[in-house]
Structures are given as structure tokens and as C-alpha cells.
């Protein structure tokens, strides 16, 4: 896949959570241009085009970022602040996608910018409908800025 033509750049280290979202996402033909990060370093190397992504445009933005907030390495919170404080970055819809329902998880995430914060339902079904809505909504329904 060409790393400039990424619409959605899943940062997720979990892989069971991780295969359940891309799933949901082919199944609704929303995948074609995923690409999938382990960690928060890993992120921020894609986003700002970096380390292992230097070769990568850093004008390319993806549609929609998947955050997960307890990833190892950088924080999903440290890594939600610099994307909404790069005046670069900032447009970027960001969708923290996550397992904490902790109030200051969820009050941090809003502070920083995030655009939504969906806690991952625990039911197989209820899960992939909720990837396929947001994305859905992202992806086809959202208009960003030009």
C-alpha cells in the first residue's frame, strides 16, 4: 500500500482489538487504505513522517485517526496533544477508541481536542458495529476542512 494514500492510521497495541477493527472495516469495504500502528512513538513517526516513515509525505495526512489512550512507549494522550497542537496535524479528526472509561481519560481527551471518545463495547457484535459507524461517519459522511 502507498503510506501517502492512508485514510484511516489505526494506532491500537492490543492485536485481538486490533484484527476486530480492521475486520469490521473490510466487512464494510472502509479498509481499503488502513494502516496499522502498534505504539505511540510508532504514531507520531507516521504522522509527522519520521524514523521508519521518513520516506513518507508529511503533506499526506490521513481522513481519521483510531487512537487507543494505554499504548506503550508514547501515551495516546501525549500523542492526542501534539497532533492538536501542530498547527499541521490539527485538523485531523481524531477518534480516541479505547477500553477506559476513566472520567479524567475521557475530560484529558476532550481538553486536548480530540473529536470523539468511544469506549470499546465488550460484546464482539456491539464492537464491530460501532468500527463500521464511525467509520462510516468519518470516512463517507464528514466533510473536512479543504
Known amino acids: ?9 489505526l494506532v491500537e497495541d492490543n492485536p485481538h482489538d486490533a484484527e476486530l477493527t480492521i475486520r469490521a472495516l473490510k466487512k464494510n469495504h472502509l479498509a481499503n487504505r488502513l494502516h496499522h500502528v502498534k505504539d505511540g512513538a510508532e504514531a507520531l513517526d507516521f504522522i ?7 520516506q ?7 481522513k481519521i485517526i483510531l487512537l487507543d489512550l494505554k499504548l506503550p512507549k ?7 496533544g501534539r497532533i492538536k ?3 499541521r496535524t490539527k485538523p485531523i479528526p ?9 472520567e479524567k481519560d475521557v475530560l484529558d481527551s476532550y481538553r486536548l481536542g480530540v473529536n470523539s471518545y468511544i469506549v470499546k463495547p465488550v460484546d ?10 464511525l ?6 459522511l464528514n466533510q473536512p476542512p479543504g
Not at 1 to 9: F, G, K, P, R
Open 1 to 9: 500500500m502507498d503510506l501517502d494514500s492512508v485514510e484511516i492510521l
Open 56 to 62: 513518507r509525505s508529511v503533506e499526506q495526512i490521513p
Open 94 to 102: 481524531v477518534v480516541v477508541l479505547t477500553s477506559s472509561r476513566e
Open 85 to 87: 497542537a501542530d498547527p
Open 74 to 80: 508514547v501515551d495516546g494522550l501525549e500523542v492526542l
Open 124 to 133: 464482539f457484535e456491539k464492537f464491530c458495529k460501532s468500527v463500521v459507524e
Open 135 to 140: 467509520g462510516l461517519y468519518w470516512l463517507v
Open 48 to 54: 509527522y513522517a519520521t524514523g521508519a516513515y521518513a
